[in-house]
DNA sequence: GCTCTTACGCTACGAGCCGTAGCGTAACTG
DNA sequence: CAGTTACGCTACGGCTCGTAGCGTAAGAGC
């Protein structure tokens, strides 16, 4: 998740770290402030003390540079204490996440990223890396502790335990998102604790 | 859903239709070949054979009219033929959906105007009345043929109810939509089953 | 120190799209 | 027939894009 995709290079001046956070900072702020949709390179650039110039020296594209402003943000929040049972453990990362999802300027520029990256593989391949995987850890070191606690079976087929652990991903961020942005009411602790419900039902079937 | 926000009129020269179905139709063809991104309304014009300014006596954005274009294929597609199970149902209407999402122009599409969605509220109306109360009424078609087979209890409590179909909701579509967006992986009917049984699993509990 | 190399800020530019205005014409109503 | 509205066409100012060219700033290597 280096911010640029610098060449690599050794001598000469070197890029500024501190043009690098303000880049990022600047885009996250006209997320909010503006939306995707109007949000303009020019802009960020201004807000960021930075020459336009500059800022294309290291994106490309506004969808990577939101994607990178993005990311930072999931690595902030996402974290899974163990909460002492799975229901709560998955209580607690479906809070996590909405708390997330709530703020505008992930909410907005997740699925725009999103949204573009169905027609851009590349662009798909870094979302995957910088936020989707990420948070897939996730589910793998809940059912983990789960399995330790005796919640859960150990699943003997490799191939098996991993299609699971995807469906169970998809469905849970699928849920979240779905609910937060599409149909837009909140994810409180009673959303939380019936869906927690739900999943857990299912899983001990 | 009439595809324009035409005042009461009743006197003059009326609109006309076959426009609409082109415009529309252009818009769909559009969004494959282009994307969100690059779709702008002077090439929907000129493929619909109409000039933009008759495009934007209907639509005043964007957004707007891509809502539209995509509403129509919901209509097309969402039904819930009854399977005679509960586990057959849902892996049905699982698969339409998905199916309906592996389109590039629905996908696409989709996802961009929700993400839109999340900074104009009207919008949000817009795809909500379009889109996904249509949607929600398969959940309550299908709950009532499990109940009326005695797969499923009748819930007393309405309120309660209908927390429990919403959240059926957002975790189907939720689930749906994040596996073939997000994770990009197919939505094959080997997967349904799995997530058919896995909530159901979560149902009787 | 001195030179080499790269990053930076600034300005300017052609290109494309936006959304609207103005016009003459077409279609339907009473 | 007059009145009203939709349509196609053209043209426009305004904005954003992404790039090029310049002089300057900041480290690396000798």
Redesign the pocket.
Known sequence: MSPAP??A????????PE??RAILEATRAALVELGWG??????VAARA??????L???W???NELVVDAVAALFDEQLELPDLGSLQADIEGVVLRFAALLERPETKTALMAVVAESTRDDALRERIRDAIVDRQKRLVLLGRERAQARGELPYEEDPSAAARTADLIFDVIAGAVVHRTLVSAERVDPEWARGFAALLLGGLRA
């Open positions: 610098s060449p290079r050794r001598t000469g001046r070197p890029r500024s043009a690098d109007k949000l303009t390179m020019g802009d003390g930075v020459a336009k110039t500059t294309y020296r290291r490309a594209s506004k």
